[in-house]
């Protein structure tokens, strides 16, 4: 069987600046440009809370360097602020392209997180809004954004791009229902707050903290509620068996792919199916290529 990879090493590390190297060069004028000045105030009155991703470069000699994957802007502010050394995720490839395509910006659990953190530190609301160039308004409802919003629910969420709206929704849901709309989300891969008000008028009322306060979608009617009750319901269970069959599926895909990437390691094989079966070799490698990366994101995640 095909052993599956790991996408970063389990622990974080201390790297001197000086030893990792940039892929890409600044831009000119970077350091008057609003988002590197937002994150040089963060990284200045916050810290770090995104690490760096880096790969080990196989190059470097005796003294260990690195290649930077992601995060040439931090890298750069905690250049300015004097720092000498950066929190880093190891990356065992150096695909950099296909890190950024997976790697999410800073949520919005992450920058509640964020914001919580420097609050603990002594740093105030207002201190943060000008760091971050912010009205305060906004810090105050980041700080508060998971007052009565369930730890599973947080974990399910704290990768995603979502509104802080979607929370405000989700507040008015019992704590398992709370859940059950995180999985809804990420089954439909929607976060937006449309689909979390749709979620909110689909919820049998039992499931909500006032039930005698539903909210009504303007010109749906009963009937309609009910029948989105019911596919809700349905799709929560279908979702539910799809997470209990998932794993012995993967593992099913990943031995056949381990199986049929030694079989086309045979060159007569190989040279046969492209001469005969041109398109179903393509297709097949295709599927085999798919199933690696669903194996590496389960990993990761």
């Given amino acids: 069987m095909t052993a599956i990879t790991k996408g970063f090493l389990d622990d974080t590390i ?13 831009s000119q004028g970077l350091h008057r440009t609003r988002k590197y000045r937002t994150i040089l105030a963060s990284v200045k009155d916050v810290g770090i809370i995104e690490p760096l991703a880096v790969f080990p470069d196989s ?11 992601d995060g040439h802007l931090r890298l750069e502010a905690l250049k300015q602020l004097g720092e000498t050394e950066a929190i880093c995720l190891v990356s065992t490839d150096d695909e950099s392209f296909t890190y950024n395509r997976r790697v999410n910006r800073l ?6 997180n964020m914001i919580v953190k420097a609050i603990e530190r002594g740093v105030s ?9 912010v009205d305060v308004k906004r810090i105050r409802e980041r700080q508060n954004m998971l007052r009565n ?14 509104g802080v709206q979607v929370f405000g929704i989700l507040r008015k849901m019992k704590p398992m229902a709370q859940i059950e709309a995180c999985e809804m989300m990420m089954s439909a891969n929607r976060y937006t707050v449309t689909y979390a ?4 008028a689909a919820m049998n009322p039992d499931k909500l903290v006032k039930p005698e306060k539903k909210t009504m979608l303007k010109g749906v009617s009963p ?9 809700m319901e349905r799709l929560q269970q279908e979702y539910r068996n799809v997470e209990d069959t998932l794993g012995d599926t993967m593992f099913t895909l990943v031995v056949a792919k381990g199986y049929l990437s030694k079989l086309l390691k045979n060159e007569t094989i190989a040279d046969y199916l492209e001469r005969h079966h041109g398109s179903m070799l393509g297709e097949l ?5 798919a199933v690696g990366a669903d194996t590496r994101d389960l990993e990761r995640e």
């Fill in 14 to 26: 201390q790297v001197p600046l000086d030893r990792i190297a940039p892929t890409r060069p600044l």
């Fill in 223 to 231: 009937e309609d509620i009910a029948r989105m009750e019911r596919e």
């Fill in 285 to 289: 490698r295709s599927v085999m290529d």
């Fill in 59 to 69: 190059g470097s000699g005796k003294q260990k360097n690195y290649i930077l994957l």
């Fill in 107 to 112: 949520s919005a659990v992450q920058e509640h």
């Fill in 197 to 200: 008000k749709v979620l909110l």
């Fill in 149 to 162: 919003i369930a730890p599973e629910a947080v974990e399910l969420l704290k990768e995603k791009m979502v």
């Fill in 125 to 133: 609301q207002e201190r943060i809004a000008e760091a971050l160039d």
